[in-house]
Structures are given as C-alpha cells and as structure tokens.
C-alpha cells in the first residue's frame, strides 16, 4: 500500500509540472568521521525550467551524528544553473560528514526538503518568466559502520608472513 501511494504521488507531481526527484540509494553506511553523498536523479517536466535554489535536512532523528551539506542547491542546475523542460539530471543531493567520535550503529534519519523556482524560458535571458516554486520533501539515512578491530588485521599480517616463512625454508 505504501508503494502504491509512494507512486501515485510522484505521478501526481510530475502531472502538475514538478520537477521528479528520486534518490537511488538513500540508506548510507559509512564509518565515523567520514562523508557520505546521496545521488539523486532529477526528471524535468516538458514546460517550465526548473532552477533549484536548496536544500536542507528538515527533520533529524540524531542531530548530532554529523553535518548536512547542500550540493544540489549550489550546482542549481546542469547548465548555467538551469534544467531545462523534458531534461533528466543525474547528480548529488547532498552529503553527510560524520561526528569522528561516533559510535557504530549509531544512525540518523533525515526528512531532506529540496526547493526549486519555475520559469516559463531561461531565466538567464527572460526578463519577467517567473512560474512559481515549489518542494519535495525525501527521506534518507546514514549509519555509522563498524570498524574493523586491529585484531584482525593483525592476524592477517601474521599468516602473511608465516607464509612467507614457509615459502623461504622450502628453497
């Protein structure tokens, strides 16, 4: 039921001529101290121009994990900041950079609200060709991974060289 409706609203958006913006991937793991990109792709409707202006995390579960930095509202568009009608977009949302003092399995959850202006032409050479603007609002996550325990990468180290050993005694 949830897919059915998930699907029926962006059929909806994209009929009242909103940009559809969907998000491949948007559970990430990464390790603490590190950065984590959502992708997004951007389908453009056949009758305005669509320059995006932001984003931002709206919501959070765990706001402290990290920091939300915006990449689709700096980028705006794929030519001079525009995207223009009937165009697909492929490109980043937006990253995460992880507390480095984060504990693994330690997640946030993000309502990430994207904003966007319409136009009637380019608005890099229109005068008055201001339609209206709009949002979507997304869901993704981050969650810290495990890292590996020195330990292990010890053991490795040791088989390595035991085999290296053994090689060595057999010439």
């Known amino acids: 039921m949830k897919t059915l409706l998930g699907t029926f609203l962006l059929l909806a958006a994209a009929m009242n001529g909103a940009p559809l913006v969907t998000i491949p991937a948007a559970d990430l793991t990464v390790l603490a101290g590190q950065q984590a990109t959502w992708g997004a792709t951007v389908m453009n409707n056949e009758g ?21 930095f915006d990449i689709l509202g700096a980028a705006g568009g794929p030519v001079d900041f525009v995207l223009p009608p ?10 995460y950079l992880t507390d480095p003092g984060a504990v693994p399995g330690a997640a946030n959850t993000l309502t ?50 035991g085999l290296v050993v053994m090689r060595m005694r057999r010439r």
């Open 48 to 68: 305005t121009f669509v320059t995006f202006t932001s984003t931002f995390a709206l919501l959070e579960t765990n706001p402290v994990l990290g920091s939300y």
């Open 86 to 95: 009937g165009q697909t977009w492929v490109t980043n949302l937006a990253s």
């Open 112 to 161: 990430v609200r994207v904003l966007w202006e319409e136009y009637s032409d380019d608005p890099n050479f229109c005068g008055n060709c201001f339609v209206g603007n709009g949002f979507s609002d997304h869901t993704v996550s981050v969650t810290v991974g495990a890292v590996p325990e020195p330990g292990t990468a010890a053991l490795f180290l040791l088989a390595g060289a």
